[in-house]
């Protein structure tokens, strides 16, 4: 059921819908952590905070995003990175931090070359095209 929350959390954040992402990712996060579920609990807390970031646009926003950044990097996974990293580069060019932004997509096209998990390129280089835009 956690891993299905995520799933259906990424979806919404596929669609650009932010309250949707919230809502499912919010009730991830708890089943997740109720459950002992430390990856899920991780990866629908990067869904959580680019909700908040898209919602709000504010640095506390970006707080418990940088936090289930560093609970998603504790459990050693790479499953699902170049996208994980792709959501908060994206919400770093939400409030205009392209400069933060830009390495991340870097590390998420590197980590996707490295591991074949490339179903996201696309998305990181219209990102990677558009954060170098936007600092120019």
Do not use: N
């Amino acid at each position: 059921m956690a891993f299905a929350l995520d799933m259906a959390a990424a979806v919404h954040q596929f669609r650009r819908e932010p309250d949707r992402t919230l809502e499912l990712a919010s009730r991830a996060v708890a089943l997740s952590t109720e459950q002992g579920f430390p990856l899920w609990s991780a990866f629908g807390g990067l869904l959580r905070g680019w909700a908040l970031v898209c919602r709000r646009k504010g640095e506390a926003e970006m707080t418990e995003l940088q936090d289930a950044l560093g609970a998603w990097r504790a459990t050693g996974a790479r499953v699902c990175g170049p996208y994980l990293l792709g959501v908060i580069a994206d919400a770093y060019a939400e409030i205009d931090e392209a400069g933060t932004a830009l390495p991340l997509v870097v590390e998420a096209l590197t980590m996707a070359d490295a591991g074949g998990e490339v179903w996201w390129t696309p998305e990181l280089l219209r990102l990677q095209r558009h954060l170098i835009a936007a600092s120019a």
